[in-house]
């Protein structure tokens, strides 16, 4: 399943790293807050010493779109879930601004609304 989601870069935690029967592997999680009216936060990863380079050159407060894998596997009984960052991208700005909480009209977006001849329904 892959998913666009657009939020704001909250942290980025410490690079974990080793070595696997298939050679040595890192990976980093970092924390992003979405951009709509009840914001949520997301904790994410990027694998591999290329994606984590790529997420170094991104910094707190900034606006991004992140394409994600969302894949969950059980293990003894238990389910686990992935948020995988396969992209990650710089905002524009003027699209990066986040809604007035008071506003519950803002993501309003055009496939929500159908154009019935402008008469609201109450």
């Given amino acids: 399943m892959a998913v666009e ?3 704001k870069l909250l942290d980025k935690l410490a690079v ?3 070595t696997s029967a298939r050679g040595p592997w890192s990976k980093q ?3 992003v807050e ?3 009216q009840y914001p949520r936060k997301i904790c994410m990863n990027v694998w591999g010493q290329d994606k984590v380079n790529e997420l170094a050159q991104y910094n ?4 991004l779109t992140v394409s994600v894998n969302i894949e ?5 009984g238990r389910w686990y879930t992935d948020v995988r960052a396969w992209r990650i991208q710089r905002e524009a700005q003027e699209k990066a601004q986040m809604p ?3 506003d519950p009209f ?3 977006s055009a496939m929500d609304a159908e154009d019935d001849g402008g008469d609201l329904p109450f």
């Fill in 5 to 7: 989601i657009k939020c």
């Fill in 16 to 18: 974990q790293s080793g």
């Fill in 29 to 31: 999680d970092f924390i």
């Fill in 34 to 36: 979405t951009i709509e």
């Fill in 60 to 63: 707190a407060g900034e606006m």
């Fill in 72 to 76: 969950s596997r059980e293990f003894n």
């Fill in 100 to 102: 007035e909480q008071g």
């Fill in 106 to 108: 803002m993501n309003v």
